[in-house]
């Protein structure tokens, strides 16, 4: 995980990017992704987060770069795991801790909030991990969705509760009790 700077210091730029349930927005400066909005705010919302990590930014649109688009819409169609893609993450050193973790999850794999505040050294600290994992910037590149309660529920997400479970689905990681709530997404084909 990156934690320089963006060589473009006022210069990011956003896309949306066509994804299942609702577009995704995808921001990126530098040649690094630095955040994925799940299409639950607008981006003004997120003016203090961008002020607290990268300063003054000018953000403007810009086509997503092909290899990105091909390699996460082979994702959405297709289940093929996310192979990693440059990011520039900001956060605080146990967020950064957290998204380490995170990252190591294998895709079709789950754990949970408790397993991740071991793996990260802190084994009480499980609400932490979950309010380091509300605060990830990038999510599906930094698997938060993977991360279950320990009672088997499906817990929070970003994205909301139908977007976790399409996407627990689609790497078929999904348990079977979830499977059952899991509404039809005719429209996906």
């Not at 730029?13 to 994925?36: D, T």
């Not at 993977?146 to 529920?153: D, I």
Request: hydrophobic letters at 40%; proline letters at 10%; a positive charge.
């Amino acid at each position: 995980m990156q934690t320089k700077k963006i060589d473009e210091a006022t210069k990011v730029y956003w896309s949306e990017l066509p994804a299942p349930i609702r577009p995704f927005r995808i921001y990126w400066g530098g040649g690094r992704i630095c955040r994925l909005e799940l299409g639950n705010s607008p981006p003004e919302t997120r003016a203090d987060w961008w002020k607290k990590w990268f300063g003054p930014v000018e953000i403007r649109r810009k086509d997503l770069p092909q290899e990105w688009a091909l390699k996460l819409g082979s994702y959405f169609r297709n289940g093929i795991p996310l192979p990693a893609l440059p990011m520039d993450l900001r956060g605080t050193p146990f967020q950064l801790a957290v998204w380490r973790r995170l990252k190591e999850i294998r895709h079709g794999r789950l754990t949970t909030y408790g397993e991740l505040a071991r793996r990260v050294g802190r084994p009480k600290a499980f609400r932490a991990v979950g309010a380091a994992m509300g605060a990830n910037p990038i999510p599906l590149l930094i698997p938060c969705h993977r991360v279950l309660p320990a009672n088997g529920a499906l817990g929070g997400f970003g994205g909301g509760a139908r977007l976790k479970r399409w996407l627990l689905w689609r790497e078929e990681s999904l348990p079977h009790g979830l499977f059952e709530q899991m509404e039809l997404f005719p429209d996906l084909g």
